[in-house]
């Protein structure tokens, strides 16, 4: 009919129930673990005044991905999807409710600190893949990429309210109700997710969990294009968190702000993230040049990790992390589509595993980085991060261009 319009991809996505059900929970999480996140490094500012204390708490919450990418991917092509969201976000209240309690009491300790962001962390990477693949049961295979790029969006919103939120909540209520949001995030993402009539169940039976996690392995190293963009999502994130995890230490001793500047500083790379992933949803289908796109985007964040890392001034220092979460956003929501769309169902919860590599490598940067801080100075090691990025971009493009085509 003349004078209507055609509704856009995103709002016929939120239009459907188990779709709009599985979008809030997980915008909730997101909100949740990124006023997690900062409160994290909160806490280890005021436990410590060692830039490498305050990036092993860091290294504590990553180390379970790494150990745990592939065996997470195994979970998701083994077992209900849904149900184990559903686990993993009820077991992280948990751990979220001890940290707020510990905090309330004044009985957290470094140690305590530690583990508590450990199990965390382990919480995150053993549900991740499952909900990263579950998307596939609650839309058309047409709208993955929509749909991926619209959790984008809601990731994006998360990383400028989360901070925003959990700045305001440490203002006006002290450190432990920072901990408390993110509890009551996990139980709403619980309640909205049991709430999905969609069956989270893998679409083959799976066999034996070494041999599965072998298989997996196998078709990715046989996948050339597949292989091509997780080793960039990989080699990346190798040191893609140092900057992040040393924002505390950037933030009060070369901008010589507070807690306050430091929620406002997080919630920047938040804000970078959101117009390129809108951009997408309201889209329907891929991209033209989404491998060339993945590039740009890993590239541009680079270089604004670099300006990051030499800037004394706090403007340029928030224009940076905005630019930041452009191109470090773009790139996850590229990794996802991308991945989805070039390989096979049957695999997709094994190799969004592998992407849980991406967060679980940057163990070993944050270690090695927070390690040279001490020594070179904390300007000096996040600027080296971001000319790393940026070599590993540009490195993959030299070595299969055909990807840039995908």
């Not at 893609?240 to 406002?264: C, D, F, K, M, R």
Request: aromatic residues 8%.
């Amino acid at each position: 009919m003349s004078g209507t319009r055609e509704p856009t991809l995103a709002r016929t996505l939120l239009a459907t129930p188990d779709y709009r059900r599985y979008w809030l929970g997980s915008t909730a999480f997101a909100l949740g673990i990124w006023a997690f996140l900062v409160s994290m490094g909160y806490s280890a500012k005021q436990l410590t005044d060692s830039p490498f204390r305050v990036s092993l708490v860091s290294v504590a919450y990553f180390a379970p991905m790494f150990l745990l990418a592939l065996p997470s991917g195994v979970l998701a092509d083994r077992y209900d999807r849904k149900q184990v969201v559903v686990a993993c976000r009820a077991a992280s209240a948990v751990t979220a409710t001890a940290l707020a309690f510990l905090v309330a009491t004044d009985a957290l300790a470094y140690p305590a600190l530690l583990v508590l962001c450990a199990l965390t962390g382990a919480t995150v990477v053993l549900e991740i893949a499952a909900r990263q693949a579950f998307v596939t049961h609650v839309v058309a295979p047409d709208q993955v990429a929509g749909a991926a790029a619209l959790g984008s969006v809601q990731g994006g919103i998360a990383r400028v309210f989360g901070p925003l939120v959990v700045g305001a909540l440490i203002g006006s209520l002290g450190q432990a109700a920072g901990y408390a949001f993110f509890a009551l995030a996990n139980a709403f993402c619980v309640w909205v997710f049991l709430r999905i009539k969609a069956s989270g169940a893998p679409p083959r039976t799976a066999g034996h969990p070494l041999h599965e996690l072998v298989e997996g392995l196998r078709y990715l190293r046989n996948h050339a294009d597949a292989l091509t963009v997780v080793s960039v999502g990989i080699l990346s994130g190798v040191v893609g968190w140092l900057y992040i995890a040393l924002l505390p230490v950037v933030n009060h001793e070369t901008l010589h702000g507070g807690p306050v500047q430091l929620s406002v500083l997080s919630a920047a790379i938040g804000l970078g993230s959101v117009p390129p992933s809108v951009l997408l949803a309201l889209r329907a289908g891929s991209p033209p040049y989404e491998g060339a796109l993945f590039y740009g985007a890993t590239v541009l964040w680079g270089v604004s990790v670099i300006v990051f890392g030499t800037t004394s001034s706090t403007t340029v220092a928030f224009v940076a992390l905005v630019v930041s979460g452009a191109g470090n956003g773009l790139q996850q929501v590229l990794l996802r589509t991308l991945l989805l769309r070039i390989t096979e169902p049957a695999y997709h919860g094994r190799v969004m595993g592998t992407l849980m590599l991406t967060w679980g490598a940057n163990v070993l940067g944050t270690l090695l980085g927070g390690s040279l801080a001490d020594r070179y100075g904390v300007p000096a090691v996040i600027a080296a991060s971001g000319g790393l990025i940026v070599a590993v971009a540009l490195g993959a493009w030299a070595k299969r261009p055909s990807t840039v085509h995908l």
